[in-house]
Each structure stands twice: as structure tokens, then as C-alpha cells.
């Protein structure tokens, strides 16, 4: 399946990174030694994030996105303009960044209604609905706790904001370090035309119990925060419907 919406999709690390590595850096701290994360405010830490973008997707990945700014050395898109940004830093400055958008905003909806399907979603608030996008840690920080922190700090934002739903594309290599922080797929893949073959995947922040199962790292941020599980059965045979044609394909 290919789509024409607007490219917004995840290839922050390369395909033949390995993602096992990421998902076993488990702690609760919006910072870790020498890296913090925060929520990029100013226009010189957006700034940040988009030459971090830059670096990874043009410069180490070679992916041929037409927004990129090569004068300034960034990546970005009509989406930065109402998203929340995280920029994760250490000693040398900027080394990762992750954005999320959010469905009470028109253009966030018209962008991403085809390729997450977001009709199915029509009975959930337009705000509670997040889509996380533009991941990328620069390739020499990939094996330290820079992807751990964006995760959790993106995860505390939403939490902050009310969001319940969060969706996310990514390339093959990378679906098992989302499984492990909780995300599910619902869709089989589309191919996006720039990185290849992406994986749909949605993540149901206060499904507590999920969490829990999995001992995602995301729950002791949710316990913390005081979070209250909500089980929602129709989410649940989603998945499942889902999980049976996968199996029989």
C-alpha cells in the first residue's frame, strides 16, 4: 500500500541497527549521566532538533526528503509549527530529538487520517490522539541512554496533555524495540516512498495492565504520575483481529 500523505515517517537509526540494544536501557529518569531531555521551547532549541534531524535522515541515511533545508542543514515541515519537540542533549550538545503531534489541530488530522486510519479512532477526543514522528538519535549516541530518555520524556508530555492514543510508524529493524516499550500493531505495513516498507504501530498510554505485562518502561513513569488503567475491549480485539491475519498471512 502506498500513500501520498505528506512524508513524516521514522527512520532515526538505520535498518540494520539493532534495536535490542535501545530497549534494555530501562530507567526512570528524564536524564541519565552526561544526557538530558527536554521540551524544546525556543526557537534556537527547535532549531536544534532540526539540524539533529538533519545529521541523521540526509547526512548518515542518505534518505532524499524534499523539505530538507540544505543551506541550513535542517529537516523540517508545515508540522513543527503547533508540535511539541523533544531535544535530548550531553556534553557535545544536541544528539537526539522526537516530535509528537496531536489530532485537534486540522493539518495534524488531514496529514495522518489515511495512513494511521483514523476513522477508526472517530468515538476518541481528537486531543487525545498523538503521533509521534521525526525520531533520531545521531549514529555515535545509538548505544547509550540518549533513545531511552526521548521515549520516557515524550511518553511524560503526553501524559501531561491528556493524550490516551499515540501512533507511530517504523521500519522493520526498529518494531521490536517498540514492542518493548508497549506499542501494537493494528495495520499491516504501507510503503512509504523515501524509507521503504514502515510498521503501524499504536501505543495505549494508560493500558496499565499491558504495560505492566510487558514491564514496559513506560509504567513506572504512568505509576508515578498516578495514572489510572483504563481497559478498552474494543482497542483489545482490534489488536487481536489484527495478531490473526498476521498469523495466517
Sequence with gaps: MRLSAMRVNDGGWEQGSDASKYARQDSDDRSNGNYEATVALTPEARAAAYHVRYRVYIIEQHKAYPEADHERSWLTDK??????????????????????????FKNVKETYEEQFELDR????PNRAIAIC???????????????????????????GRGTRLTFQSCTPSLRPLFFRYGFREYLSPFLDPVVGPLHRMLLVLDDLLYLAKLRSPF??????????????PWLDEMFEAHEGRDQLA
Design 219 to 232: 509504567l513506572s513513569i504512568a505509576e508515578q504520575l498516578g495514572v489510572t488503567s483504563v481497559k478498552r
Design 121 to 124: 479512532f472517530q468515538h476518541v
Design 79 to 104: 508540522l513543527d509549527a503547533n508540535a511539541a519537540i523533544i531535544i535530548a542533549s550531553g556534553t557535545e550538545g544536541p544528539c537526539g530529538t522526537v516530535r509528537a503531534n496531536f489530532a485537534d
Design 133 to 159: 514522528s521525526r525520531l533520531a538519535v545521531v549514529r555515535k549516541y545509538r548505544a547509550t541512554p540518549v533513545s531511552r530518555i526521548l521515549f520516557r520524556e515524550i511518553y511524560r508530555y503526553g501524559i
